[in-house]
């Protein structure tokens, strides 16, 4: 396997990791990780602090345009989306393997809904802006973005807490 293969491989992992650790939704009414979906978690929809962290990341998008735009092969770009479902809820899910396409943003659905169902794992989605509640990309063991991450990290026990961050091959950075 060539070094940029590897590295490419390496990538793919920790998207897949970013996407397994911190899904999000939000259909109950607890604000802590679903023990029967370990990469699942639950908050309200009028959670004040999620929804301020999802507004920052869309205020700062730009910072992600701009690394996009400047992107070198080594780098990872990551988006979360939000995907409305038939019960009025809403799934936020991680997207990989980002492009452009007309001006807007695609990506690949690196996690099984379990709520918005018009998904399905791999299926490639358009990504309109309105969509967009929160970013990450980097290189190597560093990230930016990732405020929904942020957020849930903050909220989990001093344990869980260790746990997920131990697991991370990265660190997120504003």
Same mark, same amino acid.
């Given at each position: 396997?060539?070094?940029?293969?590897?590295?490419?491989?390496?990538?793919?992992?920790l998207?897949?990791?970013?996407?397994?650790?911190m899904?999000?939704?939000?259909?109950? #009414? %607890?604000?802590? +990780?679903?023990?029967?979906?370990?990469?699942?978690?639950? *908050? =309200?929809?009028?959670?004040? &602090?999620?929804?301020?962290?999802?507004e920052?990341?869309?205020?700062?998008?730009?910072?992600?345009?701009?690394?996009?735009?400047?992107?070198?092969?080594?780098?990872?770009?990551?988006?979360?989306?939000?995907?409305?479902?038939?019960?009025?809820?809403?799934?936020?899910?991680?997207? #990989? %393997?980002?492009? +452009?396409?007309?001006?807007?943003?695609?990506?690949?659905? *690196? =996690?099984?809904p379990?709520? &918005?169902?018009?998904?399905?794992?791999?299926?490639?989605?358009?990504?309109?802006?309105?969509?967009?509640?929160?970013?990450?990309?980097?290189?190597?063991?560093?990230?930016?973005?990732g405020f929904?991450?942020?957020?849930?990290?903050?909220?989990?026990?001093?344990?869980?807490?260790?746990?997920?961050?131990?697991?991370?091959?990265?660190?997120?950075?504003?």
């Amino acid at each position: 396997m060539s070094q940029y293969a590897a590295m490419k491989f390496r990538h793919i992992l920790l998207l897949i990791l970013v996407a397994l650790t911190m899904a999000c939704h939000t259909r109950q #009414s %607890d604000k802590t +990780k679903d023990s029967s979906a370990p990469n699942l978690y639950s *908050t =309200d929809a009028d959670d004040e &602090a999620m929804n301020k962290v999802m507004e920052t990341a869309r205020i700062r998008m730009p910072r992600f345009d701009s690394a996009f735009d400047r992107r070198d092969k080594d780098m990872i770009f990551t988006i979360k989306v939000k995907f409305s479902t038939s019960a009025g809820e809403n799934e936020y899910i991680w997207l #990989s %393997d980002i492009w +452009k396409r007309g001006g807007n943003y695609w990506g690949v659905m *690196t =996690d099984t809904p379990r709520l &918005a169902l018009q998904v399905k794992l791999g299926d490639s989605v358009e990504i309109k802006n309105k969509d967009i509640v929160d970013w990450m990309y980097g290189k190597d063991t560093v990230a930016h973005g990732g405020f929904t991450t942020r957020l849930i990290l903050s909220r989990l026990s001093k344990e869980e807490r260790e746990r997920e961050v131990g697991d991370m091959p990265y660190k997120i950075e504003d």
